[in-house]
Each structure stands twice: as structure tokens, then as C-alpha cells.
């Protein structure tokens, strides 16, 4: 039985993220930090189905066309097997918050008590949570994936929208 649980989990799953970044951006080390964080942990667990009945596993590049996000799910070979774009307009006010609540808790790090750093970490899950739920909303009509990838997933898509 173990076999075959093993199967299914391969099989919806992504393997590998390919993010389509600007070269000419420059990440702070706290940013590149979540987006090493937040690859690593995705690959290592994540359920990813598409619903056209394509199965992995997965390999998933990201990015921005223009004002839309992109998902281009591959399989393993590099052959397509869907692509999936929503607008950014849709997640935009989200990320916004996000990251000035991100910086907040960087800050506050450094000479916050520990209440207060609690109080806006409590805030920048809660966001983060929002953004994460977003995103399966927007999609789950055609994948289908967990909480935690999609939390993942919002990390990644938020490092996508720096632009310096």
C-alpha cells in the first residue's frame, strides 16, 4: 500500500521551481532568505494537481507576463502541460501589506519587545494566509493544491513582484 501512496504522491507534486526573475534586481538578505526558504521547502512538500488530467510530476516556472502572473507547469522532460495566468491586480494590494508588514517585523527585530514583534508576525501570517488563499481561489479551477503550497507559492510570487 505504501507503494502506492508513494505513487500518487509522485505524481502530484512539483519537483522543481524555475523563477523567471529580472536579473537586475537585487534582493536584501532577509528576502533572499524567504525565497531560498520558501523553494526549499515547496519542493520538499507540496500537492500540485492539474485538473486537465496532465500528471507530474511537475516542474513549474514562474513568472510575470506583462500585468499577469504565469505558471507554465512542465513536466519533468520540459514538455508543457498547462499555463495558467491571473491577473496581478488580483493579489497586488495583498503583496503591498505584505511587504510593509514584512518590513515592520524586520525592524522590529532588532529593538521590538517580544510582544510586539509577536503581535506583527501574528499579522504578517494572517497576510500571508490571505495571499495564499487567493491564489487557490484563483486557480482551483484548474490545479488543486494544499494550504502550505500555496503558501509557499505566495512567498515566491511576492519575491517576483520586488522591483528595484
Given at each position: 500500500?505504501?507503494?502506492?501512496?508513494?505513487?500518487?504522491?509522485?505524481?502530484?507534486?512539483?519537483?522543481?521551481?524555475?523563477?523567471?526573475?529580472?536579473?537586475?534586481?537585487?534582493?536584501?538578505?532577509?528576502?533572499?532568505?524567504?525565497?531560498?526558504?520558501?523553494?526549499?521547502?515547496?519542493?520538499?512538500?507540496?500537492?500540485?494537481?492539474?485538473?486537465?488530467?496532465?500528471?507530474g510530476p511537475y516542474v513549474l516556472h514562474?513568472?510575470?507576463?506583462g500585468e499577469r502572473l504565469s505558471l507554465?507547469?512542465?513536466?519533468?522532460?520540459?514538455?508543457?502541460?498547462?499555463?495558467?495566468?491571473?491577473?496581478?491586480?488580483?493579489?497586488?494590494?495583498?503583496?503591498?501589506?505584505?511587504?510593509?508588514?514584512?518590513?515592520?517585523?524586520?525592524?522590529?527585530?532588532?529593538?521590538?519587545?517580544?510582544?510586539?514583534?509577536?503581535?506583527?508576525?501574528?499579522?504578517r501570517r494572517g497576510l500571508h494566509d490571505?495571499?495564499?488563499?487567493?491564489?487557490?481561489?484563483?486557480?482551483?479551477?484548474?490545479?488543486?493544491?494544499?494550504?502550505?503550497?500555496?503558501?509557499?507559492?505566495?512567498?515566491?510570487?511576492?519575491?517576483?513582484?520586488?522591483?528595484?
Amino acid at each position: 500500500m505504501a507503494e502506492a501512496d508513494d505513487s500518487f504522491h509522485e505524481r502530484h507534486r512539483i519537483v522543481n521551481v524555475c523563477l523567471e526573475e529580472p536579473e537586475h534586481i537585487r534582493l536584501s538578505p532577509q528576502v533572499e532568505h524567504e525565497r531560498h526558504a520558501a523553494l526549499f521547502d515547496l519542493i520538499e512538500d507540496n500537492h500540485f494537481k492539474l485538473h486537465n488530467g496532465s500528471e507530474g510530476p511537475y516542474v513549474l516556472h514562474l513568472g510575470m507576463e506583462g500585468e499577469r502572473l504565469s505558471l507554465d507547469v512542465r513536466d519533468v522532460l520540459d514538455q508543457p502541460l498547462d499555463h495558467l495566468t491571473i491577473p496581478l491586480r488580483a493579489l497586488r494590494r495583498i503583496i503591498k501589506d505584505y511587504f510593509l508588514v514584512l518590513d515592520s517585523y524586520f525592524k522590529s527585530i532588532k529593538t521590538a519587545a517580544p510582544s510586539r514583534i509577536e503581535a506583527i508576525d501574528m499579522g504578517r501570517r494572517g497576510l500571508h494566509d490571505d495571499g495564499a488563499e487567493l491564489l487557490r481561489s484563483r486557480f482551483a479551477d484548474r490545479v488543486d493544491m494544499d494550504k502550505n503550497t500555496a503558501r509557499r507559492l505566495f512567498t515566491l510570487i511576492c519575491v517576483l513582484h520586488i522591483r528595484k
